[in-house]
């Protein structure tokens, strides 16, 4: 006698939504079981979410935040100041800055940092259009809000360097991230502080 | 309660499927004939304790022959130390609450490891008695353990850009702040506990040996006096090399006894040289946290003649917790109490 399991289709799920990040194997079955036991039209609604997501929301075409229009709601809204740009690590890096209410300037995300170690070079970062944008859009600032840790460091004096030699006022956050976390782990009063006590990367300060 | 390491437990470590002992708060004595896992005892206790292993600086080869990980569990004083390693993941609890970095975890025990390869860090490369040192500085302030990480990323780096064709160098610039930062810290902290140490160490020779003569230890920073201005002139250098040739990885340590370099010296006089650095260390730490740290000892008294293995065991803190590895017990002086843990 063959031992029975679930039909292909239900362990199908089951195998998809265990890759899902923070998902574990009793997790991933308690969720697929749920889908094909509820009978109102939930399962459904899920199902049409998780495709619209995907196919509606993609990279601002500017400053790489998520977004469904070319433009993100932050790089479309006027009332923002034009002159002074925040860089960041990865897009998930924007809304714990948000939160803080104390920026009112636009964002620029990198999509990672430089990191010879995990084979990441300037070049495999949004680091060209930034170039771009500070030549085009001329601001005033660029504080750099990356990691405190080895390879957040390097990145921020490679931009400074680059930077400054374009005669823009380059800053950084003020030291006070935990060193090895990333902003999305920061609490909002560590990102306020270390907001405004941002210091000037002068030029040939490193 | 005592400060002390009640029991261990072992799963798919080294030769052991499963294992688990008690020790009292004495001298252990883990008895057994050859390769039945008495070192690997020693250093699963002193991994339990410091997540790092005496004997390899990486812990993979820990793990089990054909196994995924392994995990030391235990109980130091009340505090429930647990670990788990494997290759691509590795978990801590501390009274069974996961621990997300290891600080906390690292301030409950600490450990002096005695073993009969000692004599390494007169003879062996530089990197013995940086790990040595490092091993004691870690215990010492356990903030150090970061800015070593820093540092060993950031030369890895730097190291990895200059191998780069054609290098750019405007990378290998990026790198190196955080290159003198963290050195720059690495150098201090060494620097300091090299000064601590050397009075130690000096007071332990000198009961141990029973002579006169001065044991002095110096430190000599692989940075220079100034990191910033010899990472510039070496600049050429580390081109041509592809690696980085001035920093702490660099930095050494030298013996001197009565002025004399320990390189010359006799085998014996070496022997009492590493004991007297590593009851230095102990010393240290009993002074720093008001408590001696556990006493690890492999083999030690193998090479020692009946008198010498006694009087050994006399200078260890009688009121310390030890875990001492020996094939056979017949040297031990009579009248000494012992716990005893057969192997095989
Ligand atoms: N990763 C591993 N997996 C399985 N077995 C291992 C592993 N590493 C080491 N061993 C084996 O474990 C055994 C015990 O080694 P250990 O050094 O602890 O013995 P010992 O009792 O201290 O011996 P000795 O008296 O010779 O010092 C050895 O036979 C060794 O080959
Ligand atoms: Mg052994
Ligand atoms: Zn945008």
Redesign the interface.
């Known amino acids: 006698m063959k031992r029975a399991d679930y039909p292909t289709a239900l362990r199908t799920v089951i195998g998809e939504l265990k890759r899902l990040p923070g998902i574990g194997p009793r997790s991933a079955e308690r969720i697929a079981l749920w889908l094909v036991q509820s009978r109102d039209a939930r399962a459904d609604a899920v199902a049409r979410a998780i495709s619209e997501v995907t196919t509606q929301v993609h990279p601002c075409e500017r400053c790489g935040f998520f977004s469904t229009e070319p433009l993100c709601d932050i790089c479309a809204d006027p009332s923002r100041d034009p002159s002074v740009l925040c860089v960041v690590e990865q897009p998930t890096d924007v809304l714990p800055l948000e939160r803080t209410g104390g920026f009112r300037g636009r964002y620029h995300t990198l999509g990672g940092r430089i990191s010879p170690l995990d084979h990441v070079g300037p070049d495999d970062l949004r680091i060209g259009s930034l170039i771009e944008r500070t030549r085009e859009e001329k601001f005033s600032e660029v504080i750099l809000a990356l990691g405190a840790d080895v390879e957040g460091e390097a990145t921020a004096n490679y931009l400074a360097e680059i930077l400054n030699a374009m005669h823009v006022t380059v800053t950084r956050l003020a030291q006070g991230l935990p060193a090895g976390a990333g902003l999305d782990h920061a609490d909002e009063l560590t990102i306020q502080r270390a907001l405004s006590g941002r210091t000037r990367i002068a030029p040939h300060s490193l | 309660m005592r400060f002390v390491l009640r029991s261990l437990k072992l799963r798919h470590f080294r030769c052991f499927e499963a294992f688990e002992t008690e020790f009292s708060d004495g001298l252990n004595c883990i008895v057994g004939p050859n390769a039945r896992g008495k070192t690997s005892v020693l250093e699963a206790a002193c991994i339990l304790l410091r997540l790092q292993s005496p004997r390899v600086s990486k812990l993979a080869p820990v793990v089990q022959h054909e196994r995924q990980g392994f995990v030391v569990d235990g109980y130091f004083g009340q505090r429930h130390l647990q670990f788990y390693f494997s290759r691509n993941r590795k978990k801590l609890a501390l009274d069974e609450v996961a621990q997300a970095d290891a600080h906390e975890y690292l301030q409950v025990g600490r450990v002096v490891y005695f073993s009969n390869t000692d004599i390494e860090l007169v003879r062996g490369s530089g990197e013995v008695r940086r790990r040595f040192l490092d091993f004691v500085a870690v215990q010492r302030d356990g903030l150090y353990r ?1 800015a070593l990480r ?1 540092y060993d ?2 030369l ?2 730097r190291n ?2 200059l191998k780069g064709y054609p290098v ?1 160098w ?2 290998v ?6 290159l003198l ?2 050195g720059r810290l690495v150098s201090e902290v060494r620097a300091r506990l090299v000064a601590e140490l050397q009075p130690e160490a000096d007071a332990a020779h000198r009961v141990i040996s029973g002579s006169r003569e001065e044991l002095r230890v110096e430190y000599r920073a692989g940075a220079g006096e100034d990191f910033a201005q010899a990472l510039d002139a070496a600049r050429g250098e580390d081109a041509r090399l592809r690696q980085t040739t001035v920093g702490p990885h660099r930095d050494e340590l030298a013996f001197f006894l009565n002025g004399q370099s320990t390189e010359y010296a006799s085998e014996g006089q070496q022997r009492t040289v590493v004991l007297a650095l590593k009851l230095g260390a102990m010393r240290l730490l009993e002074r720093h946290f008001g408590r001696t740290p556990l006493l690890l000892l492999d083999d030690v008294f193998g090479e020692l003649d009946v008198a010498r293995r006694n009087a050994l065991l006399a200078v260890l803190p009688s009121g310390a917790q030890k875990l001492v590895t020996t094939t056979h017990l017949d040297w031990m002086a009579s009248g000494l109490e012992a716990h005893r843990i057969p192997l095989g």
């Open positions: 970061n820093a990323r950031a890895r780096s990895l850009l750019r405007r990378e610039a990026a790198f190196e702040e955080p930062a963290a």
